[in-house]
């Protein structure tokens, strides 16, 4: 008889691309891997792995298994998520955030998923959005904490929070002690952060509806190194502006009052549609109540257990 097990251990050889990334993965020796896949060939009489190959290659008849694993294991741990207690759901939860939710609040989401799901590991990834989403599309993750930039029926999304930005350059940077009109700001140099960023995409598309082009711009993918640059007067950039609030209060960054003035930028939690679960359901409600862009570095939750 077929089990978990032996499905387990060649849709992650499949997954991996290996039967020793595959056994790390699974927490068990190369030797169990390789005896499960056997006993799955021995069970219907045909080879699932092309062994002339230095590298685990799926045969065709082993694709269709892949796929039929893929979707088995899926159908259990939403069994398993539905009618099993918190405290016994046990698996990992690829979770895909920018580096500004890293920055801010992840460290409470982690917390509260270690108290309310002890046995559920999440295994972050800090990519830029557009990365992320596509790692999710590719089923390599099974959860992103993006800003709202990608209207795709696939990806459903759940609106978590926001985050409010604003023009920052260094003090004296800009002549102008009074308000300033985005036009006549895009005359100066703008650290952008690029179409690989969500908000970066959102300010693009905000600003060319104004009929603003920068005259000069620099695009900056990492938010630490855009906030250093601005800091040290490269240019004017759109910027967090509540968790800079500490390099505001100390004088290393200047907000400038720049009409109209930057719209918020929402925060999302999207997942593929068909990938659905209580799990992940009660996940986006976890990272709803603890989303704060206001602070960086915060803690985990007093209350939560330590690895």
Known sequence: MMTFKQLEALYWIGQLGGFAAAAHKLNTSQSAVSKRVHELEMLFDTALFDRSQRTARLTEKGEEMFVLARRLLQQRDAAVEQFGKPEVIERRLRLGVTELT???WLPRLVGLVQQHYPKVTLEPDVDGSLPLRDKLLADELDLIVVPDAFGDARIPGTTIGQVESAWMCKPGALSSSGSVRLHELARH???VQGQASGTGRLYDTWMKALGVVPADAIVV??????TGLTVSGLGVSYLPRQCLQPLIAAGML???DVRPPLPPV???AMHKGEHRSALTASIVMLAQSCC???RIFQAMPEDAPVA
């Open 266 to 268: 929402p925060y999302v």
């Open 254 to 256: 200047a907000v400038l």
């Open 102 to 104: 890293a920055m801010t």
């Open 292 to 294: 704060d862009f206001t």
């Open 221 to 226: 993918s990492n938010l630490i190194a855009l």
């Open 189 to 191: 140099r703008m650290l």
